[in-house]
């Protein structure tokens, strides 16, 4: 069984298009990320959510929206795709969020999703 | 947030060789987290250290944080071919940069 999975895989679309990545997580985790990792490997947090609130948007435009319609899920919708947005996505979980101040927690990747936009 | 830099970007190695990699923080880190990444594949979670002065090791990965808690590297000792990828040094949710290694048989 994955412990992470995301959907699709790959993602091919044209410039203003909406689209939409799923995540789920059968880990019994309570906390769910979105990463951005571009083409020079740089991964950068987008949003973080435990049990389903919203914990963390990191500077990301308001095209991005995520959802998390219960803790197992997290799901990324993308309005208006522009060129820049064209990366690859990773959903990920962790058995609580991290507080800052102490222990941290191991992030459980899925396997990604290669967006293209032309 | 904290943001942790990683050098080298690159390293190619020649296989049997050791790798080292570095992260450094200017503030205190309360943790620091190693993740490796193969080519095509996801970020995989390989450690964490804590303690000022820790070290750990996994077969022929060493990992070490520094006594002030600013910096942390990760020694890989005779390199295989199966050591390619990129590694990244992480606080929570922070990534550095990555090293990338590639190594020739």
């Known amino acids: 069984d994955t412990a992470v999975s995301q959907t699709p895989k790959y993602l091919v679309t044209q410039m203003g298009n909406d689209k939409s990545i799923k995540c789920e997580q059968n880990?019994?985790?309570?906390?769910m990320y979105w990463y951005k990792q571009d083409s020079k490997k740089f991964l950068k947090i987008m949003f973080s959510?435990?049990?389903?609130?919203?914990?963390i948007n990191e500077t990301v435009p308001n095209r991005f929206s995520p959802k998390s319609p219960d803790k197992a899920h997290l799901n990324l919708h993308i309005n208006s795709l522009e060129l820049g947005d064209s990366a690859v996505y990773f959903c990920?979980?962790?058995?609580?969020?991290?507080?800052?101040?102490?222990?941290?927690?191991?992030?459980?990747f899925g396997p990604g999703t290669r967006l293209t936009v032309t | 947030g904290q943001q942790v830099m990683q050098i080298p970007q690159y390293q190619h190695v020649q296989e049997g060789e050791d790798f080292t990699t570095y992260c450094n923080s200017s503030t205190t880190l309360s943790n620091i987290q190693w993740y490796k990444q193969r080519p095509g594949g996801h970020p995989v979670f390989l450690i964490q250290?804590?303690?000022?002065?820790e070290v750990k090791k996994q077969k022929r990965l060493t990992f070490q944080f520094g006594e002030a808690k600013k910096n942390s590297s990760l020694h890989i000792t005779a390199t295989q071919t199966t050591d390619v990828g990129t590694y990244f040094c992480a606080r929570d949710m922070r990534f550095g940069a990555g090293t990338r290694l590639t190594v020739k048989p």
């Open positions: 250290l804590v303690k000022s002065g």
């Open positions: 990920a979980s962790s058995p609580f969020l991290s507080s800052g101040s102490g222990f941290g927690y191991e992030q459980y």
């Open positions: 880990l019994g985790h309570d906390t």
């Open positions: 959510y435990n049990n389903k609130e919203l914990i």
